[in-house]
């Protein structure tokens, strides 16, 4: 295993110690936020969903924020192969214009996810019994409401100080709100976000997937969505970026396909270098090693920064784009090693708790 590098917090190292890789040891699987950066997992993802998940016998509980979720949302359609290539597709063709303005965005964003869902991909992804879809968002208090009025900005800039100060005082501006597909909700600790869960159905499916990526400034505020609590909807990502999750469900582990060896608890956090995951003890995470990123075109993972990157130059960003994804075959080859090996403790490291 060349190009994948699988970790585990303490709990997870000695469960598969003691249990070996099974797919029922895992109750949970998270998706980062981070726009483009998915991209290098999206082959990894095809045998996730399309042969891993299989070999359970009970539903996975799949959580996510922003571009996370949707691609959980590609994935929990009846057949996930042809959900995962639709979103692929639609997302590799999204162009703007050079200055493109929030209606434009939430535009292209509104497209995207019609290709990917299809006519029934909601009533599918709703009555499906082998993925409990969880979609993140942050609903905006005390004056954040993600418009870039003046009120807003200076409410958002109190939240970056009071997370400066600790994580917990970001809560008087984010409330954590998880929209649900199945019975049981994804239940979280107390960490000062709350733990609100609104069930998903038809007439609010689409406005959640949305305001779960909807960053601040560069999208359309979704607002007073059916069934939740009034108010504005924003990135899920600004409250749990790359899913160090305060789960509140300890039946089983966490599988955390990731782009970055960093794991980022909240989108402000990576501004922080001091602030640390605290939550990866039940975690297995699986990141691309140094040898995989010398392989990507400019030897990084595309970054939503590539917009700018390639202004003009839609075409060759596609194709860059398209590159970086083929290459991610590499990351799906090692974890079917990993997930046939006799031995797999073999390819794992320990994770600091």
């Known amino acids: 295993m060349k190009y994948l590098e699988i970790s585990a917090g303490p709990q997870a190292y000695q469960q598969i110690g003691a249990e070996g890789f099974k797919a029922d040891l895992f109750s949970h699987l998270g998706a980062a936020a981070g726009g483009p950066k998915w991209q290098v997992l999206a082959r990894l993802d095809r045998v996730l969903f399309g ?170 505020t979704v607002r007073d969505i059916p069934g939740a609590p009034a108010g504005a909807y924003l990135d899920g990502g600004l409250i749990d970026y790359h899913m160090d999750l305060a789960l509140n469900q300890p039946e089983g582990l966490l599988l955390l396909p990731h782009f970055s060896h960093r794991v980022t608890t909240g989108w402000l956090d990576q501004f922080l270098p001091w602030r640390k995951p605290r939550y990866l003890h039940r975690t297995l995470l699986m990141t691309p090693t140094a040898e995989f990123l010398q392989l990507l075109p400019n030897g990084r993972v595309p970054s939503r920064k590539d917009f700018g990157r390639y202004a003009g130059r839609d075409a060759e960003r596609e194709r860059d784009w398209k590159k970086a994804i083929d290459l991610g075959q590499h990351l799906a080859d090692d974890f079917a090693t990993f997930m046939h090996s006799k031995e797999p403790l073999q390819w794992v490291r320990p994770l600091a708790s």
């Open 51 to 220: 042969e891993w998940l299989p070999q359970r016998t009970r539903a996975l509980h799949a959580v996510g924020a922003s571009i996370g979720a949707w691609r959980l949302a590609a994935a929990a359609v009846q057949d996930p192969l042809a959900g995962l290539d639709r979103f692929e597709a639609a997302y590799l063709a999204q162009r703007y214009s050079l200055k493109p303005t929030p209606a434009e965005v939430t535009r292209v964003a509104r497209e995207i996810m019609d290709s990917m869902l299809g006519a029934d991909g909601v009533a599918q992804i709703l009555a499906n019994p082998r993925i409990h879809l969880s979609i993140l968002t942050a609903r905006g208090l005390n004056g954040v409401d993600g418009t870039g009025s003046g009120r807003d900005k200076l409410a958002l800039g109190r939240a970056v100080l009071a997370n400066a100060r600790g994580r917990r005082n970001m809560a008087d501006y984010f409330q954590r709100v998880v929209f649900h597909t199945g019975q049981t909700p994804t239940r979280f600790m107390d960490d000062g976000f709350g733990d609100t869960a609104i069930a998903l159905d038809q007439t609010n499916f689409t406005a959640a997937l949305l305001a779960s990526g909807t960053i601040p400034g560069v999208l359309e």
